[in-house]
Structures are given as structure tokens and as C-alpha cells.
């Protein structure tokens, strides 16, 4: 069984700052995809980056940038210039890929997130 | 476009009652999920379809927990009867199994109080 670890319940970033939150997996497979979610105070699910795992090359969306370390099943977000509006908890996924079939997402426990001004 | 439409966004009712939670999923959309999210356990998965049919319902906490979908546009999650530990913010999510990298897309969530 797959399994997603975040083991930052909570951090705190200056605003215009740089900050990593981490995330390690468990899995036996060797297609998947990773994803990190942001849920602010709205509680909305808003997807911020994507990663397939058979891709060397990091993701990055603007700010967001992630280090995929598939070896050591390790995904960890970078936002860099942090934002007051990025304060929100941020959800680490694990979803396996079947030859093109969606499949359930399993998630981490978040890890809280404030922007200081 | 329209995203997932979930209703009623609040949900207060006293234990023992039916609950009944809606999510509309976004059009052309063929896998449907709901989730249930607590301090406690984080986000799980409850159920989800595939064209309307349920395919993987191991995360129903047990048979007070029931979900449907009808056709392609709704499905429901219904609690009878309710207790005070179901409450949690309940999401549906959807996505299309064509591009299998489409992430799940999610509604704003229901947030349910057992009193």
C-alpha cells in the first residue's frame, strides 16, 4: 500500500521569503504521478503543481517549483517570493498510473503554512 | 466552465437524522470521488465512481454511509442514521480518465455538524 508523509504539521515563512515543505512516499510502483494541493482558509482544493515520475526534470509553476528525488521518494515544494495569499495547508498526493486509468489520490496530513507580513 | 458544484455548503442537524449531501461533477467528467476530511484522519477516500458506477467503496466508514449516482451530472452521499463522529467537511471531486494526469478537480466541500 501506498503511503504519504509530511512531517511539517505547521511552518512560518517571512512574505517575499523563500520556503521547502516536505513530503516522502511509499510505493513499490514505478509509474505514478505527485501532486501538491493548497487548501486556504476557503477550504477550497486547489491544485498547485504536478509531477510524473518517469519525468527527470522538476515541475514548476511560476513561484512553485518542486525536487523530485525518486530514488529517495522524496517531493518537496519550494515557494519562492512567498505571498500573504499563500498562507493555506498544503496537501502532498501520491496517485498511481495504470496505463491511462484514473486511479484514487492518497494523501498526506498537510502541513500548515503561514505568511508573516 | 463550471467546476463541481456540491450542496448545501453547511449541514447542522441533530443525531439520528438523514443527511443527504449533493455534488454536481464537472460536465464530460467520467470518475467522481468523495472524500471525507477530519483534524483527526486528514482526507480520505470514501467512494468512487467510473460512468456512474461505484468501483472502489472501501473507505465507507460502514453501512450508515451510502452513496449513488444516478447518471453522469449527480451523485449523493447520505448518512441515516447521523452521529455526532461524522462530522467533517465532505468534498466530491471529478476527473477524466482521457488525459490519466488530469488531477482530480474538487467542489468547495460541505461542512456538516452532528449536534
Known amino acids: 500500500a501506498q503511503t504519504v508523509t509530511q512531517s511539517q504539521p505547521e511552518m512560518s515563512v517571512q512574505e517575499a521569503e523563500t520556503v521547502t515543505l516536505s513530503c516522502t512516499y511509499d510505493?513499490?510502483?514505478?509509474?505514478?504521478?505527485l501532486f501538491w494541493y493548497k487548501q486556504p482558509p476557503s477550504r477550497q482544493m486547489i491544485l498547485v503543481i504536478r509531477?510524473?515520475?518517469?519525468?527527470?526534470q522538476n515541475a514548476t509553476e511560476n513561484r512553485f517549483s518542486v525536487n523530485f528525488q525518486k530514488a529517495a521518494k522524496s517531493f518537496s515544494l519550494k515557494i519562492s517570493d512567498s505571498q500573504l495569499g499563500d498562507t493555506a495547508m498544503y496537501f502532498c498526493?501520491?496517485?498511481?498510473?495504470?496505463?491511462?486509468?484514473?486511479?484514487?489520490?492518497?494523501f498526506g496530513t498537510g502541513t500548515l503554512l503561514a505568511v508573516q507580513p | 466552465d463550471a467546476g463541481v458544484i456540491q450542496s448545501p455548503r453547511h449541514e447542522v442537524t441533530e443525531m439520528g437524522q438523514e443527511v443527504t449531501l449533493r455534488c454536481k461533477p464537472i460536465?464530460?467528467?467520467?470518475?467522481l470521488f468523495w472524500y471525507r476530511q477530519t483534524m483527526m484522519r486528514g482526507l480520505e477516500l470514501l467512494i468512487y465512481?467510473?460512468?456512474?458506477?461505484?468501483?472502489?467503496d472501501s473507505g465507507m466508514p460502514e453501512d450508515r454511509f451510502s452513496a449513488k449516482m444516478p447518471n453522469a451530472s449527480f451523485s449523493t452521499l447520505k448518512i441515516q442514521p447521523s452521529e455526532p463522529r461524522d462530522s467533517a467537511v465532505y468534498f466530491c471531486?471529478?476527473?477524466?480518465?482521457?488525459?490519466?494526469?488530469?488531477?482530480?478537480?474538487f467542489g468547495d466541500g460541505t461542512r456538516l455538524s452532528i449536534l
Open positions: 471531486a471529478s476527473s477524466l480518465r482521457k488525459n490519466s494526469n488530469q488531477p482530480q478537480h
Open positions: 510505493t513499490s510502483e514505478n509509474n505514478y504521478y
Open positions: 509531477q510524473e515520475a518517469y519525468k527527470q
Open positions: 498526493a501520491f496517485m498511481k498510473h495504470y496505463g491511462g486509468a484514473t486511479n484514487k489520490l492518497i
Open positions: 460536465s464530460g467528467h467520467d470518475y
Open positions: 465512481f467510473n460512468n456512474n458506477v461505484p468501483i472502489d
